[in-house]
């Protein structure tokens, strides 16, 4: 089993959409047996808390089934133990190689196969969650259909 890994700013917003998104659609397409798939931060500020409720709002009305959950930060372990780790955006990678140890290879965007999304905007700031959770769906068929 593939063990992927998905990572935001807080773990409160894109990141846990994105594990649930990936969840859905690999249950969808027949391949949740293949992927264990979750979701953690590069920052220490919202460790413990749930997903943000604006995004779960989000979620809802998209489908997207999700359950509560704490935030947590990566650390090397999770790291070694993945086998793909996909970011948001620049800011994530930078923290991600301050906090672990190279080759940093298996640190991916999310949007890699999805080349007409630029980054996934933190809609903490821009309060775009419908936009952000569609620009990840189309990043997860596409990682998906790839790997």
């Not at 998209?62 to 790291?79: L, V």
């Not at 923290?95 to 196969?113: E, V």
Request: glycine share 2%; proline share 6%.
């Amino acid at each position: 089993m593939k063990k992927i890994l998905f990572v935001c700013h807080g773990n409160i917003c894109r990141s846990p959409a994105a594990e649930f998104i990936a969840k859905k659609y690999l249950k969808e397409i027949g391949r949740d047996s293949e992927f264990s798939v979750s979701s953690c931060a590069v920052s220490l500020e919202e460790i413990g808390n749930d997903i943000y409720p604006p995004m779960k709002r989000e979620l809802r009305i998209q489908g997207i089934p999700f359950e509560s959950r704490q935030a947590w930060r990566i650390t090397q372990r999770d790291y070694d133990e993945s086998d793909y780790i996909f970011y948001m955006d620049e800011s994530n990678l930078n923290y991600l190689k301050r906090l672990l140890n190279p080759p940093y290879d298996k640190l991916i965007p999310i949007n890699k196969y999805t080349k007409k999304i630029p980054y996934i905007e933190d809609p903490w700031y821009t309060d775009r969650y419908s936009l952000v959770v569609s620009q990840i769906t189309e990043c997860i068929k596409d990682i998906f259909n790839k790997i």
